[in-house]
T-cell receptor, first 114, second 114 residues
């Protein structure tokens, strides 16, 4: 069975603080894909990143970075120097080879306070 | 390139009524998906079309839900008759061809059944 756990329901930080959103996944497949999506107040899900199970390199994109660790089945997301525009619900998701379904976590609501 | 669009953005209906949600995928995307998020829970997969064919309906909750994709373009999701537990946000997503292609989501339709 596939499962994604985002244990943090809500996080509040003050602007310019760094924040890490946790994502732990479960899968029996050896080939799988991990995703992060952002849902701003406007409602749409915005794709942020996709990682496949064979690529454990960390990724950095501007203020965003992702830490993929197969040993702990985690795919954590860090925002450096947070800004008010980062306020959103962030979803971690998983899919496996041959499947088109995404399995989502419950999401983490991030509030960045000015 | 236009993103995934959904109509309406909100719908409020009474129990027993019928509602039809529409999704227009990104042009050229063969795959179209419906997902649903019931309040406080995960976003859950409902079904997947490849062009006009239903590829996977394993997430459809019951036979009150009917999805169609006319000519492999836009899709509709009809709920008839609606029940209180159908309330939630219905997301549509599309992807190009392969299961490795990223799914891009629309803004969702918020359905409230009173």
């Amino acid at each position: 069975a596939q499962k994604v756990t985002q244990a943090q329901t809500e996080i509040s930080v003050v602007e310019k603080e760094d924040v890490t959103l946790d994502c732990v996944y479960e899968t029996r497949d050896t080939t799988y894909y991990l995703f992060w999506y952002k849902q701003p107040p406007s409602g749409e899900l915005v794709f942020l990143i996709r990682r496949n199970s064979f690529d454990e390199q960390n990724e950095i994109s501007g203020r965003y970075s992702w830490n993929f660790q197969k040993s702990t089945s985690s795919f954590n997301f860090t925002i450096t120097a947070s800004q008010v525009v980062d306020s959103a619900v962030y979803f971690c998701a998983l899919s496996w080879a041959g499947s088109y379904q995404l399995t989502f976590g419950k999401g983490t609501k991030l509030s960045v306070i000015p | 390139e236009a993103g995934v669009t959904q109509f309406p953005s909100h719908s409020v209906i009474e129990k027993g009524q019928t509602v039809t949600l529409r999704c227009d995928p990104i042009s050229g995307h063969d795959n179209l998906y419906w997902y649903r998020r019931v309040m406080g829970k995960e976003i859950k997969f409902l079904l997947h079309f490849v062009k006009e064919s239903k590829q996977d309906e394993s997430g459809m909750p019951n036979n009150r839900f009917l999805a169609e994709r006319t000519g492999g373009t836009y899709s509709t999701l009809k709920v008839q008759p609606a029940e209180l537990e159908d309330s939630g946000v219905y997301f549509c997503a599309s992807s190009r061809r392969d299961f490795t292609d990223t799914q891009y989501f629309g803004p969702g339709t918020r359905l409230t059944v009173l």
